[in-house]
């Protein structure tokens, strides 16, 4: 699995910016009198980029489970013509939220992965370069936190996360360290984890690629956030609300988020699923959607060297039929 801690929108001077921005508008199409879901808007880096043609009679719902995108949405709807919404929560739940009302979208889209808004706060946990408290929840009012699951899981769902969600080489060995280190002392902070991390694996892998405690703080703040069950969720969510003709568009940053994607749009296609010897189809396959781009959209070099934590992002892009 191609991991970066999954960040979005961060340059390498640290200035905010949308990844694979042009390649979304280009594959979304968005026209004057659409209406546009932004599942994830973040900071608004994508908003502005998708929104720049549309007018008067169009709609744009922003979506993030932090109340801190508020107030980047606030900003940015004051200079629009068109009408904006904002809607905190998981995106998957506001979703459903709005398919029970008989919304329809035109275009829906979600950039995955945690936010430089996020991350540029050490105080909420989602970085192992800050001391902090071990949080790491996407929306405050989460109950569970980083710290609750690492002094109160059981050593083999521990193991499982790091192994699962990480693809972590070392899962077995860091969750027994912690399991003991916690007997005597909770876990609190980033760094407190961090150390026993890197204490728990061989000494040549800690200077190896990356940081060591990369993988184990990714897979941490996915099983916090529910990150993969949010995704598959929110795929359904966002297809029931698609009109006919309308797109919907992901952004992914690692392989667990990508294969969910690429596996949703695959089933959705009417490929007959029948056994080969059969001499009819039996199974009825009906193509619900058309894979917009057959291969995941990747950053350009250009953008890489402006936003090297880019590097690993994937777009794919389906569009509902009618």
Same mark, same amino acid.
């Given at each position: 699995? =191609?991991?970066?801690?999954?960040?979005?929108?961060?340059?390498?001077? /640290?200035?905010?910016?949308?990844?694979?921005?042009?390649?979304?508008?280009?594959?979304?199409?968005?026209?004057?009198?659409?209406?546009?879901?932004?599942?994830?808007?973040?900071?608004?880096?994508?908003? #502005?980029?998708?929104? /720049?043609?549309? /007018?008067?009679?169009?709609?744009?719902?922003?979506?993030?489970?932090?109340?801190?995108?508020?107030?980047?949405?606030?900003?940015?709807?004051?200079?629009?013509?068109?009408?904006?919404?904002?809607? =905190?929560?998981?995106?998957?739940?506001?979703?459903?939220?709005?398919?029970?009302?008989?919304?329809?979208?035109?275009?829906?889209?979600?950039?995955?992965?945690?936010?430089?808004?996020?991350?540029? #706060?050490?105080? *909420?946990?989602?970085?192992?370069?800050?001391?902090?408290?071990?949080?790491?929840?996407?929306?405050?009012?989460?109950?569970?936190?980083?710290?609750?699951?690492?002094?109160?899981?059981?050593?083999?769902?521990?193991?499982?996360?790091?192994?699962?969600?990480?693809?972590? #080489?070392?899962?077995?060995?860091?969750?027994?360290?912690?399991?003991?280190?916690?007997?005597?002392?909770?876990?609190?902070?980033?760094?407190?984890?961090?150390?026993?991390?890197?204490?728990?694996?061989?000494?040549?892998?800690?200077?190896?690629?990356?940081?060591?405690?990369? *993988?184990?703080?990714?897979?941490?703040?996915?099983?916090?956030?529910?990150?993969?069950?949010?995704?598959?969720?929110?795929?359904?969510?966002?297809?029931?609300?698609?009109?006919?003709?309308?797109?919907?568009?992901?952004?992914?940053?690692?392989?667990?988020?990508? *294969?969910?994607?690429? =596996?949703?749009?695959?089933?959705?296609?009417?490929?007959?699923?029948?056994?080969?010897?059969?001499?009819?189809?039996?199974?009825?396959? =009906?193509?619900?959607?058309?894979?917009?781009? #057959? *291969?995941?959209?990747?950053?350009?070099?250009?953008?890489?060297?402006?936003?090297?934590?880019?590097?690993?992002?994937?777009?794919?892009?389906?569009?509902?039929?009618?």
């Amino acid at each position: 699995m =191609q991991l970066n801690n999954s960040i979005r929108g961060i340059t390498a001077n /640290g200035a905010h910016v949308p990844v694979l921005a042009s390649e979304l508008v280009d594959l979304l199409e968005p026209q004057p009198d659409d209406t546009i879901i932004d599942c994830t808007f973040g900071a608004g880096g994508h908003a #502005r980029k998708i929104s /720049g043609g549309l /007018g008067k009679s169009a709609l744009f719902i922003g979506i993030d489970r932090d109340p801190v995108a508020r107030r980047y949405f606030d900003l940015y709807s004051q200079y629009q013509p068109f009408r904006c919404r904002f809607q =905190q929560g998981n995106f998957a739940d506001a979703l459903e939220q709005l398919d029970e009302k008989d919304f329809e979208a035109d275009l829906i889209y979600m950039d995955l992965g945690v936010s430089s808004m996020q991350l540029d #706060r050490p105080e *909420r946990g989602f970085s192992y370069s800050y001391n902090a408290p071990l949080d790491m929840r996407m929306d405050p009012d989460n109950r569970s936190t980083a710290r609750d699951l690492v002094n109160e899981l059981p050593y083999k769902e521990l193991a499982y996360i790091f192994k699962t969600y990480g693809e972590e #080489r070392y899962a077995r060995q860091i969750a027994k360290r912690i399991c003991n280190e916690r007997e005597t002392k909770p876990f609190e902070s980033t760094l407190q984890l961090v150390d026993v991390i890197k204490a728990a694996i061989p000494t040549p892998a800690r200077f190896g690629a990356g940081h060591p405690a990369r *993988r184990v703080f990714q897979a941490l703040r996915i099983a916090v956030n529910d990150e993969l069950g949010s995704l598959e969720r929110g795929l359904q969510n966002a297809l029931n609300l698609l009109a006919p003709g309308g797109r919907l568009a992901v952004i992914s940053f690692h392989s667990l988020e990508d *294969r969910i994607v690429k =596996q949703f749009f695959a089933a959705r296609v009417g490929k007959c699923t029948c056994p080969p010897d059969l001499p009819t189809c039996v199974c009825e396959a =009906q193509a619900e959607v058309r894979i917009v781009n #057959r *291969r995941p959209i990747s950053p350009s070099d250009e953008e890489i060297d402006e936003n090297p934590r880019s590097q690993s992002a994937k777009l794919r892009v389906a569009e509902k039929l009618g």
